[in-house]
């Protein structure tokens, strides 16, 4: 089977999940677990939980000074997109703080030049005093095997104002909680029902832009309904599983995400394992369906899965 016959079967299976079509993101102040399982889990619609996480101590404290001052010394993966591509580069993260803080308020890229971003880094993990920060987590949102240690699971992010990244779904096909924690970005999302729209290349990128589509090169994505969201400092957007996102950093930003699965979310993900997927991401979806349905120990699994936290595809 061709990549082209591989990817259309794929955008035929996304666009086929019993996956609610939303046209709308609603915003709640205060939601119960079990609230948030039956209303927005289970049927699979997006959800913003307005100041969700505005009490926390993170939201107080984290600025590019603040991880300046308790993780500079780390090493991290920068990337920066260059025509199309992912290139990679490793900051010291006192000198990331201090390009971020020598930005100029509102200012873009030189002319011509690309942002270094710092995304899908497993800080967390790595300074555990970081997840300290984040007090009382709502834990029990996730599925058991992810509630114990949460922030070993969590991808971090802190960039300037302007980065962009391109429309994509996550790789895992799994739920997504997002905590905004300093300034703000904007998501364009659209419902998994609309992939066929939107110009999929490989596993999980698509060539339109949202922000300005180009409606003569692909004339389908009239037919799509994005929905636009902007996320602020203390609030906590959920995405269900193949959720397409574009995201826009509206100012120096800090955030981070969780990925996790269902027993649902992870058999329809390994169901797409012919489709196109990635054999890595077949694997950690593997692992991840060992944890959630098998119930095999963090202690044997997390190792394995570990490595998806720092993958670049």
């Given at each position: ?224 309904t994005p929905v636009v969201v902007n ?83």
């Amino acid at each position: 089977m061709n990549a082209t016959s591989s990817s259309a079967q794929a955008d035929r299976f996304l666009s086929n999940l019993q996956y609610a079509d939303w046209q709308s993101v609603p915003t709640v102040k205060h939601i119960s677990e079990r609230d948030f399982a039956e209303n927005y889990v289970d049927p699979t619609r997006p959800v913003l939980l307005g100041g969700g996480c505005s009490d926390w101590a993170a939201c107080k404290r984290w600025s590019p000074d603040y991880f300046d001052q308790v993780a500079g010394y780390l090493a991290v993966k920068v990337k920066t997109l260059e025509s199309g591509r992912i290139e990679v580069s490793t900051w010291r993260l006192a000198d990331y703080a201090r390009f971020l803080i020598e930005q100029a308020p509102g200012a873009g890229p030189p002319s011509g030049a690309e942002l270094p971003y710092c995304h899908d880094i497993p800080l967390l993990g790595m300074v555990q005093s970081l997840a300290e920060d984040c007090q009382p987590f709502p834990a029990a949102f996730l599925s058991p095997s992810y509630r114990q240690h949460w922030w070993r699971y969590s991808q971090f992010f802190m960039g300037p104002v302007g980065t962009v990244t391109p429309l994509h779904f996550d790789s895992l096909l799994s739920h997504n909680l997002f905590f905004q924690i300093y300034g703000a970005k904007r998501f364009t999302i659209i419902p998994p029902s609309q992939v066929v729209f939107c110009a999929r290349r490989g596993w999980r990128w698509f060539d339109v832009d949202p922000e300005q589509p180009d409606y003569v090169s692909f004339p389908q994505y009239r037919q799509v309904t994005p929905v636009v969201v902007n996320v602020s400092a203390g609030d906590v957007l959920y995405m269900p599983p193949g959720t397409l996102h574009h995201v826009r950093s509206l100012s120096t930003s800090i955030s981070f995400n969780i990925d996790w699965h269902t027993e649902r979310s992870v058999l329809d993900a390994l169901a797409q394992s012919s489709n196109g997927m990635p054999t890595e991401v077949v694997h950690y979806n593997a692992v991840a369906a060992l944890a959630v349905i098998a119930k095999i120990p963090e202690a044997i699994t997390f190792p394995l899965y570990q490595p998806y936290l720092s993958y670049v595809n």
